[in-house]
Nanobody, 122 residues
Framework: QVQLVESGGGLAQAGGSVRLSCAAS????????IGWFRQAPEKARELVAAISWSGGNTYYADSVKGRFTISRGNAKNTVYLQMNRLKPEDTAVYYC???????????????WGQGTQVTVSS
């Protein structure tokens, strides 16, 4: 099993920034890609961004391109999501996710964190 723990959510104003962190533990050798989904009230879950551990290949949803950046931390098994120029429509619970490869993270990851709330006020 792989455990994912998110931190860094909270309240921000439109145009502001928030950075989310995700720390992976457990059988982390079994995963090579990690990312972030989000779910807003009454909306389907949406993949926001993903990154592969090795080559740094990344994926971004069109809705966040140019505003959000996913990156690996210096600490092993840590990933960040830097969210800039936030909009009220970014309000959602953000989940850290992971799986064996980037394509699986994009399509439907097997490991999920508990989620952290991000609320953007207008």
């Amino acid at each position: 099993q792989v455990q994912l723990v998110e931190s860094g959510g909270g309240l921000a104003q439109a145009g502001g920034s928030v950075r989310l962190s995700c720390a992976a533990s457990g059988r982390t050798f079994s995963v090579t890609a990690i990312g972030w989904f989000r779910q807003a009230p009454e909306k389907a879950r949406e993949l926001v961004a993903a990154i592969s551990w090795s080559g740094g290949n990344t994926y971004y949803a069109d809705s966040v391109k140019g505003r959000f950046t996913i990156s690996r931390g210096n600490a092993k098994n840590t990933v960040y999501l830097q969210m800039n120029r936030l909009k009220p429509e970014d309000t959602a619970v953000y989940y850290c996710v992971a799986d064996r490869k980037l394509s699986t993270v994009v399509a439907g990851p097997g490991y999920w964190g508990q989620g952290t709330q991000v609320t953007v006020s207008s």
